[in-house]
């Protein structure tokens, strides 16, 4: 079975100052990667995916993640963070065979600071 | 279209009490899934559901829990009796299948914060 990890469970950045969080999955084949967010008090949003093609994928509000296949990473990153940027982020992982759902990490919890 | 619509957004209740969290898919969607999240394990998944049909309950921690789906646009998770271990965020999410296969895009809902005391 797949499982994700992500690193760190609390990141405290200021604003401007740039973003990266980490995400490792273990499976051995191919598959489907996510990012998901969850503002303060509101529902989990996809961030941005990763299916096939172009290992960097942008996603919205300036979002962007790399697929690294042969270190098994989706890193999230972003140039330079907004406050409204403070929530708690999740990667997610499934195999690419259509009959499986996805394995979510614990989250990174974002605090950005003005 | 309104999203995932989850009640109550909120339940206060007692250890032992018969506890019922509804959820309702967004229009369309065949595939429907119950989460559970706490600061221990993080999101964990329940059940799902495709076409009404429950697909997989391995995350079903006990028998205490139980998750029906009638019809397209509803489905029940119920817990009974409830203990203070069961305290978490409870979401639902759906999604639309494509030609037969899983979407992996999911929707979620609000959530539904339980606390059993």
């Known amino acids: 079975a797949q499982s994700v990890s992500q690193h760190n469970h609390h990141v405290i950045l200021s604003e401007a100052a740039s973003l990266e969080l980490g995400c490792n999955y273990s499976y051995g084949g191919t598959v489907n990667l996510f990012w998901y967010v969850q503002y303060p008090g509101q529902h989990l949003q996809l961030l941005l995916k990763y299916f096939s093609g172009d290992p960097l994928v942008k996603g919205i509000k300036g979002f962007e993640a790399e697929f690294i296949k042969s270190k098994f990473s989706f890193n999230l990153r972003k140039p330079s963070v907004q406050w409204s940027d403070t929530a708690e982020y999740f990667c997610?992982?499934?195999?690419?065979?259509?009959?499986?759902?996805?394995?979510f990490g614990k989250g990174t919890m974002l605090l950005v600071s003005p | 279209d309104a999203g995932v619509i989850q009640s109550p957004r909120h339940e206060v209740t007692e250890m032992g009490q018969e506890v019922t969290l509804r959820c309702k898919p967004i229009?369309?969607?065949?595939?429907l899934f119950w989460y559970r999240q706490t600061m221990m394990r993080g999101l964990e998944l329940l059940i799902y559901f495709n076409n009404n049909v429950p697909i997989d309950d391995s995350g079903m921690p006990e028998d205490r829990f139980s998750a029906k789906m009638p019809n397209a646009s509803f489905s029940t998770l119920k817990i009974q009796p409830s203990e203070p271990r069961d305290s978490a965020v409870y979401f639902c999410?759906?999604?639309?299948?494509?030609?037969?296969?899983?979407?992996?895009?999911?929707?979620f809902g609000p959530g539904t914060r339980l606390t059993v005391t």
């Open positions: 997610a992982v499934t195999p690419n065979s259509g009959y499986s759902t996805l394995t």
């Open positions: 229009s369309g969607h065949d595939y």
């Open positions: 999410a759906s999604s639309l299948g494509t030609s037969g296969r899983m979407s992996y895009e999911q929707y």
